[in-house]
Structures are given as C-alpha cells and as structure tokens.
C-alpha cells in the first residue's frame, strides 16, 4: 500500500510539472498578430531553437529576396520548421500552408505572414515564427580588383568595408590604396576613397556597406625609373604623392656621369608618348618645385657624355701617375 501512494504521489506531481511547464511556454507566446519580441523572449527562444538557427537571430532589416535560403522555424512545432531557398516568382514552399510570396518582404514582415496563414487555417494555435537567412543571394555584395578572392559576398546584417574586405581575403601584394564603391540603391552614386597604410587608424574610410554594393580594389600604380641612376626598376605607387624626387630615392639616386639637368618624364597619353622635361638638378637644390608623378610614366635620367669622358681621363690620368710613381721608385 505505501508503495502504491508514492506512485501515485510522483504521478500527481509530473502532472502539476507539466501544467505549469505549458503555462510558462502559453507566457512566452505572443499572440497572433504581434511581432516586437522583448530581449528576454528572444534570448529564451534561442536556447529552444536548432543548433543552426541559434547561431543568426532574426535580422529585421533584412530584406528577403529571389535565391536566399533561408530557414523557417515554427516554436514547439518542429515538423512544420523547415529550410528553403525563394523561388524564381519569390514564393517560399512550407508545410501545410503550401506557397507563401515572401520576396521584398522584410523578415519581420514574412515572418507575421505565415503566422497569420498557420493560425487562420487552424495549423497551429498563438504559433511564433522565426525566419533565419542562411545565404542571402539577393542581398549580395560584390567585391571586385584586387583582393583575394574577387565575387559576390552575403551580406546579412550590419557590414562596413573592411568586414568586406577581410571576407574577400584580404588585398592581394598589387592592391593600390583607391577603392570605389558603387550603390546599387542610388543608380549613378559613386564613392572614391584613399585608404590609408595602417587600416586600423582609417575609421573614417571604414564606410557602411549596403545590400547589392560594388566595390572596386584598384591596382597600385608602377612608375619606371631608368638610365643613369643607381638601381633602374619599376615602382609601385601605394599613393597619389609619388614625386620626381621620392621616384630617383627608390631607385638609388644618380650616379656620378648623371646629367641630372636633363631628365625627362615620359608620358603615355591618348595622342601618343609625350616627354616633358624636368630640371631634376634645380629640383635637388630645392630651386624648382618638386614634380608629381602619374601611374605608367617613366622617368629618364640621361647620363652625360662629357662627364663620363672626363672622369675616364682623370682615371687615365691618375693610372699615368700611379706608373710613373711606380717607376720613379724601381727605375
């Protein structure tokens, strides 16, 4: 007999457990039509919800579109939550309620949607609905140039530039510091930045991106500097302040026969290769302004002749005497 009042006893008390489970979970349903979630029902839902849709908590400035696969969960009924990619027509197949469109539709909004259908066909009673964005096709940034893995991005969310850029790989070893940024939103927008070396101090470059954005990385620049100088080679251009004189530094300087007074810049415009004459001489003795460079030019540093001709003779010269010293002492 004991025995038989302690079943009874646990009996009565799973049933009490049971009843004030539900009405905790009847406590956290919103009713139909609702849509704001307070902060503490949204945290408790995500313990509730599959490992995947835990991990992206519904966005409501998300816009649903053609392509995206997303995943629809419906609270305490896990036979109707379901993944799907949005069809060509912007329809969405779900259990029960069969094609709901759902393209251009805020989450929030599509959301409230299937809701109302599951409630109005008596699927399920209160029920709370929660749309996750898996790969997001329509919400698409592309990043073009030099980065290291150049195509479309997702971008769910909130995304800045360099979250962008760090999602394409980074810049490649060529990447110049111009990037452009045109708006899918605004037809014709265009946005032309100078990043900066150190991208960890270049907040005010680290623009917010929005939903079908292009960015364009462009290519350094590479300026040539040959002739009479120390190391002839090309050099990239990282910014727009690539002078003359910053140009004949990376190259090692002039040599001595340098005619440094005829150095010319070589050009390629539309109407063919245009030299323009540079008096890099004046420049050095800071008697000439100091004379910008453009990406693809060369500069030309000439050597002179009669320089070249003298520090031979001198050479001869001082040889001559090195013999006539070494005979004077072993006559």
């Not at 009405?23 to 995500?46: K, M, N, R």
């Amino acid at each position: 007999m004991p025995r038989q009042d302690q079943g009874f006893s646990l009996r009565n008390l799973y049933v009490i457990f049971l009843i004030f489970w539900s009405l905790q979970i009847s406590a956290q349903t919103p009713v139909a039509g609702e849509s704001q979630q307070s902060p503490a029902a949204t945290a408790d839902l995500a313990t509730h919800l599959p490992e995947t849709a835990a991990r992206h908590l519904p966005n409501s400035n998300v816009k649903l579109g053609v392509g995206d696969l997303i995943e629809v969960v419906v609270f305490g009924v896990p036979d109707l939550s379901t993944k799907a990619r949005i069809s060509g027509s912007g329809d969405l197949y779900l259990p029960l309620i069969d094609y709901v469109h759902v393209a251009e539709l805020s989450t929030d909004e599509a959301q409230d949607v299937i809701q109302k259908r599951l409630e109005d066909g008596g699927f399920v009673r209160n029920p709370h609905v929660s749309i996750f964005v898996d790969e997001s096709a329509s919400q698409a940034v592309t990043v073009m140039g030099e980065v290291a893995h150049p195509g479309p991005l997702a971008a769910v969310g909130e995304r800045r530039l360099f979250d962008m850029i760090s999602a394409a790989g980074g810049l490649t070893d060529k990447a110049g510091r111009a990037v452009t940024i045109e708006r899918r939103g605004s037809p014709g927008e265009r946005i032309d930045l100078q990043m900066s070396q150190n991208l960890a101090d270049d907040s005010k470059n680290n623009v917010e991106i929005y939903p079908g954005d292009i960015i364009i990385v462009s290519r350094a620049g590479i300026i040539y500097v040959v002739g009479d100088v120390a190391h002839s080679s090309g050099f990239m251009i990282e910014d727009t302040n690539l002078s003359v004189l910053k140009a004949l530094a990376l190259a090692g300087g002039g040599t001595r026969t340098s005619s440094l007074s005829k150095t010319k810049i070589l050009r390629q415009t539309p109407d063919g290769v245009k030299e323009i004459p540079v008096n890099l001489k004046k420049i050095l003795y800071a008697k000439a302004p100091d004379v910008s460079l453009v990406r693809g030019d060369v500069l030309f540093v000439p050597g002179s002749a009669a320089k070249a001709a003298a520090y031979r003779s001198g050479e001869a010269a001082m040889s001559l005497s090195g013999a006539l010293a070494v005979v004077a002492v072993h006559p």
